[in-house]
């Protein structure tokens, strides 16, 4: 039993992804994913609010709730998947809650949450 623990834990060390910012629930973040059309990779920016974090270890997933052209969507990514390239902290949010599904009925300044602004120096420590 204590072997495949440790052997559980070596894999979730190499599969965690190193270029992702500590971020909570209610924070905007820039989410940079690769894409793949065709043969070429390119990355494409996903920016939204994280509306849960849940799991641990390697199965650990967060979601991200933006507007696209008057809908919501939410999109779901896990922290060790390899398309994500990087996670960037814009605004830290001020919520009370760890999921935030309220928001989903939630239309125009009634689903903003209130936030401070991330400067890079703040972003980078």
Known sequence: MAKETNLVRRVSVKAANKNIQAFSSGDTVNVFVKVKEGEKERVQLYKGIVTKIQGS?????????????????????????????????????????????????????????????????KAEA
Not at 86 to 115: D, M, P, Q, T, W
């Open 57 to 121: 270890g390697a199965a650990k997933t967060f979601t991200v709730r933006k507007i696209s052209a008057g809908v919501g969507v939410e999109r779901t990514f896990p922290f060790s998947s390899p398309a994500l390239d990087k996670v960037e902290l814009v605004n830290v949010g001020k919520v009370r809650r760890s999921k935030l599904y309220y928001l989903r009925s939630l239309e125009g300044k009634a689903a903003k949450i209130e936030s401070e602004l991330v400067s890079a120096a």
